[in-house]
C-alpha cells in the first residue's frame, strides 16, 4: 500500500515537501511517480523516479520547480515542490508500477501504466 502525506495550503512563492510511504513491500523494485488531479480537470503526470533513484522525469509545467528523489531503505519518496504557484492547486496522489519502463513517455506518463496509488493529498496554492 501507498500512503501519500504532506499537503496543505500555502502561499504562491512557498514550498511544501509530500511524501509517499509503502508497507509491505520491496519498494526498491518499483518506479514511483506522482500525479495530480485538479478540480474539474484529469490527472495528469507531474513526475516519476527510477527504481534506484537515478532516473527522474518532469513535467514541463513543473520543471525546475519540482524534485522527486527516494530513500530505498526507509521505503520513501519525496516531492519538493518550490516557487508553488496557484496553479499547482491539486490533490496530489504517488503511484508505483514494478514493470513499467520508464524510459518510453506513454508509459512514464500512463495513469494505466501504475498498479498501485496512494490516497491522495491535497495542495492548495493561495495567490
Known amino acids: 500500500q501507498l500512503q501519500a502525506s504532506g499537503g496543505g495550503l500555502v502561499q504562491a512563492g512557498g514550498s511544501l515537501r509530500l511524501s509517499c510511504a509503502a508497507s509491505g513491500r520491496t519498494f526498491s523494485t518499483y518506479v514511483v511517480a506522482w500525479f495530480r488531479q485538479a478540480p474539474g480537470k484529469e490527472r495528469e503526470f507531474v513526475t516519476v523516479?527510477?527504481?534506484?533513484?537515478?532516473?527522474?522525469f518532469v513535467a514541463d509545467s513543473v520543471k525546475g520547480r519540482f524534485t522527486i528523489s527516494r530513500d530505498n531503505a526507509k521505503n520513501m519518496v519525496y516531492l519538493q515542490m518550490n516557487s508553488l504557484k496557484p496553479e499547482d492547486t491539486a490533490v496530489y496522489y504517488c503511484a508505483a508500477d514494478r514493470e513499467n519502463q520508464i524510459l518510453a513517455k506513454r508509459n512514464r506518463e500512463g495513469i494505466h501504466k501504475y498498479e498501485l496509488w496512494g490516497q491522495g493529498t491535497q495542495v492548495t496554492v493561495s495567490s
Open positions: 523516479v527510477s527504481r534506484s533513484g537515478g532516473s527522474t
